[in-house]
C-alpha cells in the first residue's frame, strides 16, 4: 500500500485548505484512514480518520481540537481521502501526515497504523 499526501501550503489566521490522501496497492476491504500531525519535538498527534467496512457507510472520528473546524471525507472511486480545515489557527500549524490501518476501528494511537504517507507542511500564519 502506498499513500501520498497532498494539498499543504501557508495561510493565514481563518484561512482553510484542504488536504489529499490517494491510496493505491492492495488495501482491503475493511481498513481506516487517519490524518496525524507533528510538530518539532512534540509526539505524533491523532486529527482524524474515516474508515471503510462491509457493513459501515463510512464513520469520522475527530480530535476535540479540530472538531466542527475540519472535515474528513472520501471519495471511493478516486480511492482517495481529503481532509477539509476551516477556520485554521497557528497552533494547527505542522507536517500532516496520512496513515493506513488495516482494521476498521477508527483508532487514533499512531501505532496503530501499517502504512504512512510522507507528510505535508501546512503553515498558518498569525
Known amino acids: 500500500v502506498q499513500l501520498q499526501a497532498s494539498g499543504g501550503g501557508l495561510v493565514h489566521t481563518g484561512g482553510s485548505l484542504r488536504l489529499s490522501c490517494a491510496a493505491s496497492g492492495r488495501t482491503g476491504s475493511s481498513y481506516t484512514i487517519g490524518w496525524f500531525r507533528q510538530v518539532p519535538g512534540k509526539e505524533r498527534e491523532f486529527v482524524a480518520a474515516?474508515?471503510?467496512?462491509?457493513?459501515?457507510?463510512?464513520?469520522?472520528s475527530y480530535a476535540d481540537s479540530v472538531k466542527g473546524r475540519f472535515t474528513i471525507s472520501r471519495d471511493n472511486a478516486k480511492n482517495t481521502v481529503y481532509l477539509q480545515m476551516n477556520s485554521l489557527k497557528p497552533e494547527d500549524t505542522a507536517v500532516y501526515y496520512c496513515a493506513l490501518d488495516n482494521t476498521p476501528l477508527l483508532r487514533r494511537r499512531d501505532y496503530d497504523y501499517d502504512y504512512w504517507g510522507q507528510g505535508t507542511q501546512v503553515t498558518v500564519s498569525s
Open positions: 474515516i474508515n471503510w467496512s462491509n457493513w459501515s457507510g463510512g464513520r469520522t
